[in-house]
């Protein structure tokens, strides 16, 4: 007799759920006492590039909260070392050669993950032998846009005027770095997938940067690339265009099976705009964690109500957790979401 698909994946697919499942972006991380503790001994770098506790962490949340997935340990800018980028992290990422002119982009290549990042295949090989079957595992990559953001701008920034700049001033080769950038994520979400993930998730955490009309002329065109990239392969795909309240109706157009909703837009509006086409991910307020519980439930109500009794919800934060939170807070959100969704059918 076939198993039941793990409600994760059967709401990535539009299907029936027992409950509504739940993950967290950024479940594994520093709000976690086990994983400061693994981080004690060694530094952010290290940790992505050991399989072992890249893996540990992995499991952390899984384990503490019972979530009904798992996400890779590992960072969007992981992949892009393989293609020629100095890369630093300090704390986050500093990029040691930034794309500033066009024959910058000639340096970089579409490189083999399997050459270039064999410990985040291992990490899922381990993962897939030790996570239980009620979780499946995420992979992930960032999109071609937000990753074109930090390799020109050299690191984070809160505004990216350098990036936007380029894309302004340099749109012939802007277009050669994100279609480039598209084909290495491609390869890297597929190597992931031969490794084992059961899911696959693209974060475009600066899409909110661009208007509608750029987003279309230039982030939607690279990440589309991506998916296409990924045709073939069996599995949900999740598409994260953070702050993009006003590129919904494009980033539908993605190519992703799931679209992950900020907290800017109740789901009702969102659905309202994507249609039966995609299923919905998020969409919890990161901040709304650091309420009082009763409160705190309100505002998990709310979420769910917006959501509505269609299938195809996945509970999720609108953005990833705050390293301050409260891990009690976390088992209240995961209880609560079980509690009050079962055996609702949607």
């Not at 800018?77 to 293609?83: F, H, L, S």
């Not at 579409?110 to 270039?116: I, K, L, Q, W, Y």
């Not at 990753?147 to 990036?163: D, M, N, P, R, W």
């Not at 990833?320 to 209880?335: K, N, W």
Request: one cysteine or more; proline letters at 9%; hydrophobic letters at 45%.
């Amino acid at each position: 007799m076939r198993r039941p698909e793990p409600p994760f994946l059967a709401a990535c697919r539009r299907n029936p759920v027992p409950f509504t499942p739940v993950w967290i972006m950024r479940q594994a991380g520093r709000y976690l006492p086990e994983y400061r503790k693994v981080r004690e001994k060694v530094d952010f770098l290290t940790l992505t590039k050991t399989p072992e506790l890249a893996a540990e962490v992995t499991i952390q949340p899984v384990r503490r909260f019972g979530l009904d997935a798992a996400i890779l340990f590992s960072d969007i800018m992981t992949p892009v070392e393989g293609m020629g980028v100095d890369l630093e992290f300090d704390p986050g990422p500093v990029i040691g050669n930034p794309i500033r002119r066009p024959e910058d982009v000639d340096r970089l290549r579409v490189a083999d993950p399997r050459e270039t990042v064999p410990f985040v295949l291992e990490a899922i090989e381990i993962l897939r032998r030790e996570l239980p079957e009620s979780a499946p595992l995420i992979g992930f990559a960032g999109a071609p846009w937000t990753l074109f953001c930090y390799l020109v701008e050299g690191g984070g920034s809160k505004t990216f005027i350098k990036a936007k700049s380029f894309l302004f001033a340099e749109p012939d080769s802007a277009r050669v770095l994100l279609n480039r950038l598209a084909e290495m994520m491609a390869a890297y979400l597929r190597a992931q997938a031969e490794a084992g993930v059961q899911a696959l998730m693209v974060f475009d955490s600066w899409a909110g940067l661009l208007s509608p009309y750029e987003f279309r002329s230039f982030a939607l065109p690279a990440v589309r690339r991506t998916f296409e990239g990924l045709r073939g392969l069996d599995l949900p795909l999740i598409y994260f265009p953070n702050q993009g309240s006003t590129l919904l109706e494009d980033a539908k157009l993605a190519g992703a099976d799931v679209l992950g909703i900020d907290w800017r837009l109740p789901l009702s509006r969102a659905r309202a705009v994507v249609g039966s086409e995609v299923a919905v991910q998020g969409n919890l307020d990161p901040a709304a964690l650091f309420a009082p519980r009763d409160a705190l439930g309100t505002q998990i109500r709310s979420v769910l109500r917006e959501a509505g009794p269609e299938p195809g919800h996945i509970f999720n934060l609108g953005h990833g957790i705050e390293r301050t939170t409260d891990p009690d807070a976390v088992a209240f959100l995961v209880d609560r979401v079980h509690e009050w969704t079962e055996g609702n059918g949607g």
